[in-house]
């Protein structure tokens, strides 16, 4: 019987195949339709244009220059509360420089290109994030709807961190990845997140306090721990010296005005301190704008301010300590805890406003839940119109005014009362259809 010479084909399943990235490989599965493939082949476009023009126009003057300078003063051993070029001084916690040094081995012009790519791709994590989110409250729900409206409504603020080039996104991912985590019952990698988000922002340590209120020993100590390590890692690198320092700076410097009563009256700042102060104190025109309608002493709107603030932050923990004992916070805690981070802060600027990606989408599910689907139109067309009342389509002289008469802020007291009515409604079980 004759033989060939040839040596036989392999099968098929062991025939070599061609090993793609990850991404390419994701790309080209069958699970993406060919309008996924368009719309990601689109917003990466997209953020490929915004990320060479914030390279060719970012100056010395804006936010980046600052994050970018001081991971440079931490670097190099200098100190970190000063002015910085044409820039504002830094006020951010030591920990925050300790981070922007990844972006201070890069120039600057090629830092602000990079962050602008993460800050564009970080869109995409925080909607897929609040999403995950949402599926852990509503696992048969469809969310498509809830989805689109989030996104769509959220990228004015989105918008606005990526033309300022600043961190607002990277920690609204660590707070979502934080609750994220805490409910999907990992509580330490929850901590680490949400404790990493308090050292570079501050107000994050709000979220830290609905964990608290519900374990309050192992919740502390693991905190504690966690801060140890970060002030370790400081002081490791910048020195015993050095590092105690920076930490004594950014409490004189920072935390103690603030602590006094020191108030942003800038007309972009959003917090109910800013939206009083810009209304109630006389304070010079901004682009022709005069938006104070009264002028109050100083003295009474700071009392006044401080009685909101308590306010808020009083309702917001008087229903994490009522939910304190149930499996996991209700959906309108972490919502009325992430408006709370906005309202009652010293400055609360447009691009802080990411956090609505999941309070929004959250309360239209809520809403839909309870049947108040007028309320829910109400929640639709009012924050889409906040979200389209922007100069380029207002016009600049009307914006002003929206900015100056704060209805960023307005907006932000009604998601929080809404935010508070449901809650209470749901508590007490009174639902009614169409309200």
């Given at each position: ?8 084909l ?52 804006g ?22 070029g ?17 972006l ?16 564009g ?110 002030i ?40 109910i ?54 499996t ?90 809404l ?17």
């Open positions: 019987m004759a033989t060939s010479s040839h040596p036989s392999p099968r098929q399943a062991t025939l070599p195949r061609l090993s793609l990235p990850p991404l390419v490989r994701a790309f080209a599965t069958s699970r993406w339709t060919w309008a996924i493939r368009g719309w990601v082949t689109l917003i990466m476009v997209l953020i490929a244009a915004l990320a060479t023009r914030e390279v060719l126009t970012e100056t010395t003057h936010d980046f220059y600052i994050f970018w300078s001081a991971g440079v003063n931490f670097w190099e051993g200098k100190a970190l509360y000063s002015q910085i044409g820039a504002e001084e830094f006020l951010y916690p030591p920990f925050a420089p300790f981070v922007f040094q990844a201070a081995w890069l120039p600057f012009r090629w830092a602000v290109g990079v962050f602008t790519v993460f800050n791709l970080a869109w995409i994590g925080i909607l897929i994030l609040s999403r995950q989110i949402l599926r852990h409250y509503f696992p048969s729900i469809p969310l498509r709807g809830a989805m689109l409206f989030a996104g769509l409504v959220s990228w004015r603020y989105i918008y606005h961190n990526i033309l300022w080039v600043n961190i607002n996104e990277l920690v609204c991912l660590l707070c979502l990845g934080g609750i994220l985590l805490y409910l999907r019952r990992h509580e330490n990698w929850a901590l680490v997140l949400l404790m990493a988000a308090t050292w570079l922002k501050v107000m994050p340590v709000l979220l830290v306090g609905v964990l608290f209120f519900r374990r309050p020993g192992p919740v502390l100590v693991k905190s504690l721990a966690i801060s140890t390590f970060f370790g890692a400081i002081l490791l690198e910048r020195g015993i010296g050095r590092g105690m320092q920076d930490f004594a700076d950014f409490w004189q410097i920072t935390l103690t005005p603030f602590l006094a009563g020191k108030v942003y009256t800038d007309w972009i700042s959003f917090s301190p800013s939206a009083l102060f810009k209304l109630l104190t006389a304070h010079p025109d901004v682009e022709g704008v005069r938006y104070y309608i009264a002028d109050w002493p100083v003295s009474v709107v700071r009392r006044m301010s401080t009685t909101l603030q308590l306010l808020v932050v009083g309702i917001t923990f008087w229903q994490v300590w009522q939910g304190r004992a149930a996991q916070p209700r959906p309108t805690t972490w919502l009325l805890v992430l408006l709370s981070m906005i309202l009652v802060a010293g400055v609360a600027w447009e691009g802080h406003h990411v956090t609505l990606v999941l309070t929004l989408p959250m309360l239209f599910v809520l809403l839909t839940q309870l049947g108040w689907l007028r309320t829910r139109l109400v929640l639709v067309v009012g924050t889409g119109l906040v979200a389209l009342l922007i100069s380029d389509v207002t016009g600049l002289t009307l914006y002003n005014y929206l900015q100056g008469f704060s209805l960023i802020t307005v907006m932000d007291i009604g998601l929080f009362i935010t508070l009515t449901i809650a209470i409604r749901s508590r007490i079980g009174v639902v009614t259809s169409d309200v």
